[in-house]
T-cell receptor, first 112, second 116 residues
Framework: NAGVTQTPKFRVLKTGQSMTLLCAQD?????MYWYRQDPGMGLRLIHY???????AKGEVPDGYNVSRLKKQNFLLGLESAAPSQTSVYFC???????????FGSGTQLSVL | AQKITQTQPGMFVQEKEAVTLDCTYD???????LFWYKQPSSGEMIFLIY??????QNATEGRYSLNFQKARKSANLVISASQLGDSAMYFC?????????????FGQGTRLTINP
């Protein structure tokens, strides 16, 4: 019953460092999403993917890159972290379009 | 323009009372969907209920129901007989077409606190 798994759960970075967040789902879902959650702003879509090998920009894509080399994995990269990227990051997946999304447990990222 | 608006940042309700969480939306697409998610203090996002724009009946899932008023563009969540475990953040979301693709757009959330 793994569902959607995010790693790591917590991370502290210094400004300018890079890192990759990994999202893995075992439900054979086509669609995968990366959201960030900030206080008072709900969840905002960073990037998404509608299938293996495809990615697209969401509402707030600047400063992030993504890759979907395998259907089950969706990676979110920060090339040069900034304090404005301090947030909680959620990965989600769905079988067919943005219907019922299954979420991971989140990654709390702090950039100092 | 804000697509999803939740006007109640926080609500306090006595246990066993019913509670209504407000959500209004804005879209020009005739086909859309509305969702409610619960986020307890542990942080995970839990799907509660879904309403399609063409659904004639209001959606219900156990103690949760969605009061869908299409003309008013509102999709309020009603929780009957509230329990202490209902204390959480609640997010309204809408499936909307953005830049040619359908995506899920979230409101700012309402923090619900159930008092014993």
């Amino acid at each position: 019953n793994a569902g959607v798994t995010q790693t790591p759960k917590f991370r502290v970075l210094k400004t300018g460092q890079s890192m990759t967040l990994l999202c893995a789902q075992d439900m054979n879902h086509e669609y995968m999403y990366w959201y960030r959650q900030d206080p008072g702003m709900g969840l905002r879509l960073i990037h998404y993917s509608v299938g293996e090998g495809t990615t697209a920009k969401g509402e707030v894509p600047d400063g992030y890159n993504v890759s979907r080399l395998k259907k089950q994995n969706f990676l979110l990269g920060l090339e040069s972290a900034a304090p404005s990227q301090t947030s909680v990051y959620f990965c989600a997946s769905s079988y067919q379009g943005p219907l019922k999304l299954f979420f991971g447990s989140g990654t709390q990222l702090s950039v100092l | 323009a804000q697509k999803i608006t939740q006007t109640q940042p926080g609500m306090f309700v006595q246990e066993k009372e019913a509670v209504t969480l407000d959500c209004t939306y804005d879209t020009s697409d005739p086909s859309y969907g509305l969702f409610w998610y619960k986020q307890p203090s542990s942080g995970e996002m839990i799907f509660l209920i879904y309403q399609g724009s063409y659904d004639q009946q209001n959606a219900t899932e156990g103690r949760y129901s969605l009061n869908f008023q299409k003309a008013r563009k509102s999709a309020n969540l009603v929780i009957s007989a509230s329990q202490l475990g209902d204390s959480a953040m609640y997010f309204c979301a809408m499936r909307d077409r953005i830049q040619g693709a359908q995506k899920l757009v979230f409101g700012q959330g309402t923090r619900l606190t159930i008092n014993p």
